[in-house]
């Protein structure tokens, strides 16, 4: 099965701004829309980012997406130590039965 | 406050069984599709089963399929994993999640912490 790949880690300093990818195939990203999630583990994974580039209401706009042929980016701007997390992307088609993909998923150290 | 939350996990020996609950409170499980994935150690995330809402129809990985039953509690507004005949590969972090039509395409809004199988002799 086709997949999503990530960096496994990125850091910056507090106030920074740091970008996390996301790259996939003409099978996967291409032709399908990009979402990313960001997740404390032991607590539940929290939607930031959906159809690749839009916001759910209650996220900052510290947070965005893009999208570009066969690879996404998550751009963190303003970065603050309560981001040091762990960040994944997926995909998922119009059909929900056939399943998606999700990225291998990056920690993001804020120095 | 919408929230999931999932139990049952724990250590279990090859073929036996083990059920997952993803109880629900500040929405209806019966409104909403509903899926479960998991998370190998040290691996990505993996789609197991989706429910629909309305129909409550059920659709699984084929990595799972005959051995896994998703079904829901409408009265305990819960979903349930019903897990049988597992394998040690079975053995992983299982979230339940919410998915959502963001036209035109699905994703998850919604998500529990988890709950953790752990398929060993």
């Known amino acids: 099965q086709s997949v999503l790949t990530q960096p496994p880690s990125v850091s910056a300093a507090p106030g920074q701004k740091v970008t996390i990818s996301c790259s996939g195939t003409s099978s996967n990203i291409d032709h399908n829309y990009i979402s990313w999630y960001q997740y404390f583990p032991g607590s539940a994974p929290k939607l930031l980012i959906y159809g690749n580039d839009k916001r759910p209401s209650g996220i900052p706009d510290r947070f965005s997406g893009s999208k570009s042929g066969t690879s996404a980016t998550l751009v963190i701007t303003g970065l603050q130590t309560g981001d040091e997390a762990h960040y994944f992307c997926g995909t998922w088609s119009s059909d929900l039965t056939v399943g998606g993909v999700f990225g291998g998923g990056t920690q993001l150290t804020v120095l | 406050e919408e929230q999931l939350v999932e139990s049952g996990g724990g250590l279990i020996q090859p073929g036996g069984s083990l059920r997952l609950s993803c109880a629900a409170s500040?929405?209806?499980?019966?409104?909403?599709?509903m899926i479960w994935v998991r998370q190998p150690p040290g691996k990505r995330l993996e789609w197991v089963a989706t429910?629909?809402?309305?129909?409550?129809?059920?659709k699984y990985a084929d990595s799972v399929k005959g051995r896994f039953t998703f079904f829901r509690d409408n009265p305990k507004n819960s979903v349930i994993l019903q897990m049988n005949s597992l394998r040690v590969e079975d053995s992983a972090v299982y979230h339940c999640?919410?998915?959502?039509?963001?036209?035109?395409?699905?994703?998850?809004?919604?998500w529990g912490r988890g709950t953790l199988v752990t398929v060993s002799s």
């Open positions: 500040g929405f209806l499980v019966s409104s909403e599709y």
């Open positions: 999640a919410r998915a959502k039509w963001f036209n035109p395409h699905w994703s998850f809004d919604l």
């Open positions: 429910m629909y809402s309305v129909s409550g129809s059920t």
